[in-house]
C-alpha cells in the first residue's frame, strides 16, 4: 500500500504569492494534519482535519488555511508568503481523530522556498 | 500546554556503542509519548510510542525508551548503535484531549562514526 504522499516535492515561491500544497493519506485514513519544519528545528502542528471538518488548528496566522476533500485528500494553502515561510511542510494521516495515542504517518514532505 | 525538551543537539558516538537520547516534557494533564526518527531528505518515522501501562517500551531497530513520570522524562536508548542510525531523533508528547496535535521537540542530531 502507499504511503501518505504530498505534492510538489519542492517548489520556490517569491514573497507574496500563494502557494497551494497537496498531500493523499494512507487508504483507509480519514484524519489528515499538517505541521511545519523550520530547518533545525521539529516540526510544529498547523491543522488537523478529520472526515472533512477542522479538528485541531495551531499558533499560526491567518494567511494559512486547508480544507479536505470527500477522498480525505487535503490541502494547505498559504496566502501572501513571508520568507519566514521557507520550510519543509509535513502532512501525515492516521486512521481515527480520538484517542491521540493512535500512530500517524508523515509523508516526505514538501520543501518550499520563499525568495 | 505542553513542551518537550532535548537537552542535546548533537550527540556523536562511535559504531556499536550505546547511546541514550533525552527527553523531558512538560503538561498538566496525561499526555502520549512518541519517539520519531528523521532520515535525510525524508519524513519522520515512528520509533516507539508510549500510552500507558509498562514503562519500558520497546520500538524498532532495537531502540526503547522509559517512561519515568516522576522526572517527566522520556529517554531513549539503544545497547549498540550502527552506522546507519545516524539520523535527527524527534521527542514528541500529545494530550489525549488535542487529537492529532503532537508537540515536537527541537530535534537531536545523532552522528555514528565509525
Known amino acids: 500500500d502507499a504511503g501518505v504522499t504530498q505534492s510538489p516535492t519542492h517548489l520556490i515561491k517569491t514573497r507574496g504569492q500563494h502557494v497551494t500544497l497537496r498531500c493523499s493519506p494512507i487508504?483507509?485514513?480519514?484524519?489528515v494534519s499538517w505541521y511545519q519544519q523550520v530547518l533545525g528545528q521539529g516540526p510544529q502542528f498547523i491543522f488537523q482535519?478529520?472526515?472533512?471538518?477542522?479538528?485541531g488548528r495551531g499558533n499560526f496566522p491567518d494567511r494559512f488555511s486547508a480544507r479536505q476533500f470527500p477522498n480525505y485528500s487535503s490541502e494547505l494553502n498559504v496566502n501572501a508568503l513571508l520568507l519566514g515561510d521557507s520550510a519543509l511542510y509535513l502532512c501525515?494521516?492516521?486512521?481515527?481523530?480520538?484517542?491521540?495515542?493512535?500512530?500517524?504517518?508523515f509523508g516526505e514532505g514538501s520543501w518550499l522556498t520563499v525568495v | 500546554a505542553q513542551s518537550v525538551t532535548q537537552l542535546d543537539s548533537q550527540v556523536p558516538v562511535f559504531e556499536e556503542a550505546p547511546v541514550e537520547l533525552r527527553c523531558n516534557y512538560s503538561?498538566?494533564?496525561?499526555?502520549?509519548l512518541f519517539w520519531y526518527v528523521q532520515y535525510p531528505n525524508q519524513g519522520l518515522q515512528l520509533l516507539l510510542k508510549?500510552?500507558?501501562?509498562?514503562?519500558l517500551v520497546k520500538g524498532i531497530n532495537g531502540f526503547e525508551a522509559e517512561f519515568n513520570k516522576s522526572q517527566t522524562s522520556f529517554h531513549l536508548r539503544k545497547p549498540s548503535v550502527h552506522i546507519s542510525d545516524t539520523a535527527e531523533y524527534f521527542c514528541?508528547?500529545?494530550?489525549?484531549?488535542?487529537?492529532?496535535?503532537?508537540?515536537f521537540g527541537p530535534g537531536t542530531r545523532l552522528s555514528v562514526l565509525p
Open positions: 501525515a494521516s492516521s486512521l481515527v481523530d480520538l484517542p491521540s495515542g493512535n500512530t500517524i504517518y
Open positions: 482535519y478529520y472526515e472533512k471538518e477542522e479538528r
Open positions: 514528541a508528547v500529545s494530550a489525549a484531549a488535542d487529537g492529532q496535535n503532537f508537540v
Open positions: 503538561s498538566s494533564v496525561s499526555v502520549y
Open positions: 508510549y500510552l500507558s501501562g509498562s514503562t
Open positions: 487508504s483507509g485514513h480519514k484524519s
